[in-house]
Structure formats: structure tokens, C-alpha cells
């Protein structure tokens, strides 16, 4: 007998995204999980006949949570396609600008979109203050650790409840017994929830000083939009530059004091989340964060490569122009390409043709015989693959990177797991923490090299060269590739006389979220989640902690549609 749980949606933010998981009713386990991207991205379309170099500003609005990574593989894409160098501080900072994107997504995920699934927010109103602050002061010495501070926090939650509204609180499965931390352990990490609050606000600021505004900051094919003048009231001046080395700092506190140790605390009591969730054991990342430039991916931060059946002792490498390494399927979304839904397209050559065939909304479940996401099937020879923060550490951590061996080393032993642990549910919410240590500790070493550059004499932020389109050639195409938060997203853009001909996104939740491909292979989400024991199928919380681990964003949509499926609004963007 089986029964099909669906869970829509499932995202505390950006919720386009359905999941259907087959069950085995006698025992309570997924046999087999579909996942379902349930709104269309159609920038792809909005951008073809427009300038290359106009590209990135409507790029840049596939997203409004990742905020700036569309727009930086926007213009990383026009520079490859026509060849456009930049100078070193316009690589610095990005850089910078990039890691605080982490830094900022990867906590403001911890607290408020994925630790709610391991924190019983209502059982922290039992805790004793007290004993919250003593537990707090033996994992961390953050200031903000009295028994008062927790108290005044407990007081706070405890006036949602009584109020009947818990407001942010409201969605959870509070009293589930999958919940195991102590009542203590969930008042310290509500707390910190709400501090992760104001905290972000001030991180934010990064992207305001050096794009002008946040979210979706300004760019530059070329460069950054940011002059250097220190004795300058608008342009990047000495108090501006002195308010990023607070904010550095502030994130570098906050990373070492708090969220560390929290998800260490939190970890300890999930001993069992260390062998469940892995799915695919297929890991993807492109490459990011370059010394000197693009050109030399030998200095990435980030090496780009392939990792296959777990196996750590082999990198392959990775060609984003090559026409048999990525490919995009559409067999089971909702989608036509001219040559036939079962042949995979290269992006260069990729199509973006809607045809949706699924059920009429609102619907009890999908037909996942046939097309039943809006995503495309992404694959890399072939293979489904897994893009994101365990992806980026188990590269470094292969590649020998000195501080991601030694924080995984740290790590293992503090919670007793071995290596293996790594490749699960668990593994991928370490991974997630650990990478944030990782950026908020190389930015300063970024933020040290642009300082010194600037009293060498060098304030050069943009290449002055004038790229008129008359220059350029005919025929131009390029990728812009970079490791979001999220995992790998890449721009491919073909540029015939001047204007955009062709433009694909392969983003981090297509490879993550896809559906399955022509062979039937699953995405990394749909094979993650078979083999879960559900304890409450009405309140599937362990389908919650495994999608959860890796950050999902489904903020693609276009369209506006009612209960029916029917269009209530058409923007023309001319």
C-alpha cells in the first residue's frame, strides 16, 4: 500500500517549490521523491535583442534573495564573450562583495529558514535563563550570554504566544517528537535568531557602500561602479573603507562567537542526521573567488571540478564550453526543444520554449510520468550532480586547503563522526557553516591587499577602455560562471551584431531541485529524500530538514496566475 505526501510549499522564503514524496504506508519510508518547480523563470526571453551590456541589470532580478550573484555572472559573462579585462581592485572587490553575499545568506538561512527544523521555538518558553546562560558561556565566549539577555528574549517569545499570533514562529511542527534539544539549547538558539536579525542589516551595508544599494547592488561590465578618492564625500573614501573593516569584523564576531558554535551545539544532539539526506554522491563546482583573475583558475579560492561516487582521491575537470559536459534536459519539464524532449542542449545552444502540460491548479498531485517541474534536468556528462557549500568543501577540503581540513578535522572529532558524515543531511548544514568561517576570515586578507594597493597609488576600479559595439565582433558568445551561496550558477550568452541572441541561466536549485532526466535519473533533492522514515506524515518535518539543508530558492517566477491556472497579469517590459 502506498500513499503520496505532498509538501507545498516547502520553503520558508521564495516558496515556488512543491515536493511529492511515494510512501511506503506499512513502514512510513519514501520510496521515491519528486521534486517540483511550480512558477516559471522567463528572463531568459525578456533579454534576447538587448544589449549585452544592459544584460545584467534584468539578470541580476532572477533573484532577490541571492541579490547580486545573477548580476555578477551577467557581466562575467559579457567580459568572456568580448574578451574584457578588469583591474585588480575591481577583483578585490567583488570579491569582497561576493563573500559577504555567504557570509549574510549563509547566517540569515542558519537561523531563520533551516535551524527552525532542529529548534522547538515553544519549548524554549520552559528553559530556565540561567541555565541557557551557563550553556551559552561554555561553547562560546560572546558577550551577549547573561542570564538577563536570555530572560528578556524568553520574555519576548513568550508574548507571541500569549498574544495567539506566533508571527514568525507560526508555520512550525512545535511538539514534534523528532525535536531532541533540551529546552535550554532552544532559548539560546531563538535568541540568537532574533539577534541574527539586526545583525544582518549592518552586513548589508557591504554591498550599499561599494553597489550603491542592497538588495541588487549596481555593476559595471569592466569593473565596479565605485570610484576610489579617499579625500572624496561620494566617491569609496577613508570613512567608507574604515565602516567595511567594522563590518568585516563584526561578521568575523558573530561567525566565530554564534553561529559556529550554534551549529555545533545543535549538531551534537542530531547524531543520526550524520548517515541520512546524501542522495546523488555526485558534487559539481565551477571555481570562484580568483587571486589575480579569471584567467588563472589555478589561484581559485574555490577549485572547479567534479566529484563522482564519493570518491575524494579524484577531481575531474570541468569545460563550460564544451558541448558534451553540460547539457540541460527537459523530458520530464515543462518545456519543448525543437530537437525533441529527449536530447540534452549545451546552453550556447539552449532553448527556452514554455509548454505546460501538468494538471489544471489546484491539484491533489502531479503526473510525474510524464513533464511535472518548470525546471530543467542539468547533468554533467550525463550525471546528475550536487552544487552548494558541501560541494565547494568537499573540493577544498580534496584539494588539501590547509583551514577547510583542519575546520572538517575540528569538526568530525567534536561531534565524534567520521569522514563519511559528511555526505548527508548533516554534513551539508556543517559544510554551510564552516564556508562562512572560511569567507569571513579570507575577506580580510582581500580587504588588506585593496588597502594597500589604494597607498601604492593604485585607485583604478574600472577599465577605461571604450568597447563600442561597432568594435566588437560579429559573433561573440561567453559564460560567466561563479560559486553563489548556493552552489554553481553560470551565464551563457551568444551576441549576434551587437545584441543578445541567446541567453541561458543554469542556476545552483536547477541542479539541486531539477526532476529526472531521460534515463529517469533523479535530482540531488529527489534522491536525498528516499529512504527517510517520516514519524507524522501529516507533518513531514524530516522532508523539512533535508531540502532545507540545501538552501532552496525557487525565485523564479514571472507570471501571475489564480487558483484556476488562469494569467491575472501580463508585464510588458520594453
Excluded at 507545498?8 to 511529492?20: A, F, K
Excluded at 509548454?355 to 550525471?383: C, D, F, I, M
Excluded at 589604494?454 to 559573433?475: M, R
Aim: hydrophobic content about 40%; aromatic content about 10%; overall charge negative.
Amino acid at each position: 500500500m502506498t500513499q503520496r505526501v505532498v509538501v507545498d510549499p516547502i520553503t520558508r522564503i521564495e516558496g515556488h517549490l512543491r515536493i511529492e514524496a511515494q510512501m511506503d504506508a506499512a513502514n512510513k519510508t519514501i520510496e521515491s521523491a519528486y521534486s517540483s518547480g511550480t512558477m516559471v523563470r522567463g528572463i531568459e526571453i525578456i533579454l534576447r535583442g538587448r544589449d549585452p551590456r544592459d544584460a545584467w541589470v534584468f539578470a541580476q532580478r532572477i533573484c532577490g534573495v541571492c541579490t547580486l550573484v545573477h548580476g555578477m555572472a551577467s557581466i562575467r559573462a559579457v567580459e568572456n564573450a568580448l574578451n574584457y579585462t578588469i583591474p585588480p581592485n575591481a577583483q578585490l572587490i567583488r570579491n569582497l562583495m561576493i563573500a559577504t553575499q555567504y557570509v549574510h545568506d549563509h547566517v540569515m538561512h542558519f537561523y531563520h529558514l533551516h535551524a527552525l527544523d532542529w529548534v522547538d521555538v515553544v519549548s524554549a518558553l520552559n528553559a530556565d535563563p540561567k541555565a541557557t546562560s551557563e550553556l551559552a558561556q561554555s561553547i562560546s565566549h560572546y558577550s551577549k550570554s547573561s542570564p538577563g539577555y536570555f530572560a528578556d528574549m524568553q520574555k519576548k517569545l513568550k508574548n507571541f504566544v500569549e498574544s495567539g499570533q506566533l508571527g514568525i514562529f507560526s508555520q512550525g511542527y512545535w511538539g514534534h517528537p523528532a525535536y531532541k534539544l533540551p529546552p535550554e539549547a532552544n532559548l539560546m538558539a531563538v535568541a540568537h535568531y532574533l539577534e541574527a536579525l539586526a545583525w544582518q542589516r549592518e552586513v548589508a551595508k557591504i554591498h550599499a557602500i561599494f553597489g550603491g544599494k542592497n538588495p541588487h547592488p549596481n555593476f559595471l561590465v569592466g569593473g565596479v561602479p565605485c570610484a576610489i578618492d579617499l579625500n572624496s564625500d561620494s566617491a569609496l573614501n577613508a570613512r567608507k573603507l574604515a565602516q567595511v573593516q567594522e563590518i568585516i569584523n563584526l561578521m568575523r564576531d558573530f561567525v566565530d562567537q554564534v553561529y559556529l558554535p550554534d551549529t555545533l551545539a545543535i549538531a551534537s544532539f542530531y547524531p543520526d542526521w550524520s548517515n541520512q539526506g546524501e542522495g546523488l554522491g555526485n558534487f559539481l563546482t565551477y571555481g570562484d573567488f580568483p587571486a589575480e583573475g579569471l584567467n588563472d583558475p589555478s589561484r581559485f579560492l574555490v577549485p572547479a571540478g567534479v566529484i563522482l561516487n564519493r570518491d575524494l582521491s579524484t577531481i575531474h575537470e570541468i569545460d563550460l564550453e564544451a558541448a558534451d559536459q553540460i547539457q540541460e534536459f527537459v523530458s520530464h519539464s515543462w518545456y519543448d526543444y525543437s530537437v525533441g524532449k529527449e536530447q540534452g542542449l549545451h546552453p550556447y545552444d539552449g532553448e527556452t520554449t514554455l509548454n505546460y502540460t501538468g494538471p489544471t491548479p489546484p491539484y491533489q498531485q502531479l503526473g510525474v510520468e510524464q513533464a511535472y517541474s518548470w525546471l530543467k534536468s542539468p547533468r554533467w556528462q550525463g550525471h546528475a550532480v550536487e552544487v552548494g557549500p558541501l560541494a565547494r568543501v568537499l573540493m577544498m577540503y580534496a584539494s588539501g586547503h590547509a583551514q577547510t581540513k583542519e575546520l572538517v578535522e575540528m569538526t568530525l572529532t567534536q561531534l565524534k563522526l567520521p569522514v563519511t558524515a559528511l555526505f548527508s543531511t548533516l554534513g551539508r548544514t556543517a559544510a554551510r557553516t564552516l564556508e562562512t568561517k572560511i569567507m569571513a576570515d579570507i575577506m580580510q586578507t582581500w580587504y588588506n591587499n585593496l588597502i594597500a594597493n589604494i597607498k601604492g597609488g593604485d585607485t583604478k576600479t574600472f577599465n577605461e577602455q571604450l568597447w563600442e559595439p561597432a568594435t566588437w565582433p560579429k559573433h561573440a558568445k561567453g559564460v560567466g560562471y561563479m560559486e553563489a551561496p548556493r552552489g554553481g550558477l553560470a551565464h551563457w550568452i551568444v551576441i549576434e551584431a551587437g545584441k543578445i541572441a541567446n541567453y541561458q541561466a543554469v542556476v545552483p536549485s536547477t541542479w539541486n531541485a531539477g526532476p529526472r532526466d531521460a534515463k529517469g535519473q533523479a535530482g540531488a533533492y529527489e534522491a536525498a529524500l528516499k529512504g527517510h522514515t517520516l514519524h507524522d506524515t501529516k507533518q513531514p518535518l524530516e522532508i523539512l530538514r533535508t531540502i532545507h539543508s540545501f538552501d532552496p530558492c525557487i525565485a523564479c517566477a514571472v507570471h501571475l496566475t489564480d487558483m484556476n491556472g488562469e494569467e491575472m497579469l501580463n508585464i510588458k517590459v520594453c
